[in-house]
């Protein structure tokens, strides 16, 4: 491999490591369902592992498999352990990567996603060297502590205290909501260091060893069956200087780094990249139950699809916009809210064609696997901003209404 190689070469060389790695994905890809736990970004396949704790194995051990073929960090800093092509060659990867069955890759949604980014922009270059590279070979797995009981939409209402102690912070309070957070990995956490300044200038960020004493996880169970997300409570947690993310006083610009490229990562679908698209996988079910000549079905379709080729658009000029050096912007609101709108839409379908099916599993193809994701939709309503607050920084920020009354 070389920084120049060019995409053609890279191609070959991609296809020869899945040829020797994965089977090629058969015609018909069956239904998709939600994420075991709330990743409602992620896709399960019929047939993928029965639990949360094989799926895990199946999915590290992909990505450790990539990752040493130079392909788990295509446009990483060679320095760092990325393979220091560009992002030609990632889409070049990702787009022959759904051509073959390989385990889902969603878990590591918020790691790579969210985690990763804001690393990249706030650690210490050898804090981000330590970590980037495990993140990307699936070693570790990132959450983001940011919800609490007190302070989700209000993110800056947040109570959860670090205290200066030498070189270390202590940290103290519960944080509500956190995805993967069970996965002993490392979590991206907001607290605030300012008690005197109860609003946004008295947070700092740091990186935190899920793992470490004082640590305690307890799952939520949700609709969908999984339980994806947990409470944390953090009693005494002692976290070095050198993982605080950013300055001090300066967390609120780390947290908004964090949530931009959420929104980014939710809107774009990032986990649907597995296999073939939602919308292939709507007509391969509307052709299985035999309703495709219907004119009603037939219009509801040709609605989805304007709407997943004009979001499909808008996550390309958001893309570009980031690869050409400029900052998260608030097109990624437009971009999340339109996700899960069509998310809404999608699951509205399903229902619709499917009828009792949906809930019946009868052991059709298609039918019973897409429950979680009407269970699992009202769930991304929420997370990331929920559509209100995203509605609200459309307003204020894009269409330039007057600020909402504080
Ligand atoms: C599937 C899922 C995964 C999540 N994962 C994580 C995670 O990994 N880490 C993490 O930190 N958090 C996570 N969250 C939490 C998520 O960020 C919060 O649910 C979200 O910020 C909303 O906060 P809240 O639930 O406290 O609701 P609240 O803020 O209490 O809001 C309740 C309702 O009031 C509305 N509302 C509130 N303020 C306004 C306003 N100013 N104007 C109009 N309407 C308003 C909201 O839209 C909402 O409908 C997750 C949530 C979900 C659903």
Known sequence: ???????????ERAVAFLDAHAPLRPERSGGFTWGEGDD???????????TEE???????????????AGFGWIDGPTDQGGAGLGADHVRTYR???????????????????????????????????????????????????????????????????AVRDGDEWVLDGQKVWTSNAHHDGIGDIICRTDPDDPKHAGMTAFLVDMSAPGVEV???RQMTGGAGFNEV????????????????GEGWGVALTTLMNERASIGSGMGLARG???????????????????????????????????NGLTAKRAAANL???????????????????????????????????????????????????????PGARLGGGSDEIVRNIIGERVLGLPREPR
């Open 218 to 220: 307890r799952p939520l």
């Open 276 to 310: 073939p698209g939602p919308f292939e996988r709507l007509v391969e079910l509307t052709r299985h139950l035999g309703v495709d000549r219907d004119p009603v079905v037939r219009d509801r379709l040709a609605r989805l699809h304007t709407t997943h080729v004009v």
């Open 233 to 248: 409570f953090l009693t005494g947690v002692r976290v070095p200087d050198s993982h605080r993310l950013g300055a001090v």
């Open 1 to 11: 491999m070389s920084p120049t190689e060019t995409t053609e070469a890279f191609r």
């Open 323 to 377: 690869q050409a050096g400029g900052l998260p912007g608030p097109e990624l609101s437009v971009l999340k809210l339109a996700g899960t709108l069509q998310l809404l839409a999608t699951a509205d379908y399903v229902a619709s064609v499917l009828g009792p099916a949906l809930c019946a599993d009868n052991g059709e193809w298609g039918t019973f696997a897409w429950t979680k994701l009407v269970c699992g939709v």
């Open 54 to 68: 094989e799926a895990v194995a199946a999915a590290r051990a992909w990505a450790a498999t990539r990752f040493d």
């Open 40 to 50: 409602f970004v992620g896709i399960v396949e019929e047939g993928d592992p029965a």
């Open 95 to 161: 787009s022959l990567e759904a051509r073959y069955e390989v385990p889902d890759q969603s878990i590591f949604t918020i790691g790579l996603g969210m985690v990763a980014p804001t690393i990249a922009a706030h650690a210490r270059d050898d804090v981000a060297t330590a970590y980037l590279a495990p993140l990307h070979r699936g070693d570790l797995i990132a959450c983001q502590l940011f919800s609490e009981p007190g302070a989700g939409s209000d993110l800056a209402a947040l109570s959860t205290r």
